[in-house]
């Protein structure tokens, strides 16, 4: 079975700094996907940013980056410069073959609450 | 422009009372998906479909039902609503069904069964 953990149920940054959440995994499969997703208030689910599991660099989207260490099993999300409009709910997923089927279902992590403070 | 939509975007009903939410995509995805999101759990699958008449369960699928006769449409049905099925509901597509692919996910659909 596939699981998502994510540690941290609420993180605080000053605007403009630096910020790291956590995500590891469990899978035993050797394919797989691993996905960061944004809630703001408003609800909606926006995609931020993909790193496969035969990816060897680190996928990176203008300030949204993937520390990927496949031998920890972690995909941390580093937001560079951050900005008030960061603040949000983060959910880490994974996608991978449903253990004896065929649902390549994203699996979630309970999720962050990031608050940025000015 | 791309997206999935679902409607209602809010409901509040009575226990018992049938309902649908309907969901569409214009991006002829092959695979699309409904999840709930509740404090504390995450989002979790509740059906799912590879391809047109091609539908399965997720992790949480009773007092659900779908279907999917057009590519386009993937409606989740609740034959008799009880308050645990209050949540926040997300319709999600993707091009394939493998890992590579992005779900794209509609606005929601915040539902209250009292």
């Known amino acids: 079975a596939q699981k998502i953990t994510q540690t941290q149920p609420g993180m605080f940054v000053q605007e403009k700094e630096a910020v790291t959440l956590d995500c590891t995994y469990d899978?035993?499969?050797?394919?797989?996907?691993l996905f960061w997703y944004k809630q703001p208030s408003s609800g909606e689910m926006i995609f931020l940013i993909y790193q496969g599991s035969y990816d060897e660099q680190n996928a990176t989207e203008g300030r949204y980056s993937l520390n990927f260490q496949k031998a920890r099993k972690s995909a941390n999300l580093v937001i560079s410069a951050s900005q008030l409009g960061d603040s949000a709910m983060y959910f880490c997923a994974m996608r991978g073959r449903y253990s004896g089927g065929s649902n390549y279902k994203l699996t979630f992590g309970k999720g962050t609450l990031l608050t940025v403070n000015p | 422009e791309a997206q999935v939509t679902q409607n209602p975007r809010y409901l509040i009903t009575v226990t018992g009372k049938k309902l649908t939410v309907t969901c569409s995509q214009n991006m002829n995805h092959e695979y699309m998906s409904w999840y709930r999101q509740d404090p504390g759990l995450g989002l979790r699958q509740i059906y799912y479909s590879m391809n047109v008449e091609v539908t399965d369960k997720g992790d949480v699928p009773e007092g659900y039902k779908v279907s999917r006769k057009e590519k386009r449409n993937f409606p989740l049905i609740l034959e008799s609503p009880s308050p645990n099925q209050t949540s926040l509901y997300f319709c999600?597509?993707?091009?394939?069904?493998?890992?590579?692919?992005?779900?794209?996910f509609g606005p929601g659909t915040r539902l209250t069964v009292t």
């Open positions: 999600a597509s993707s091009l394939r069904p493998v890992s590579v692919y992005e779900q794209y």
């Open positions: 899978t035993s499969d050797q394919s797989y996907g």
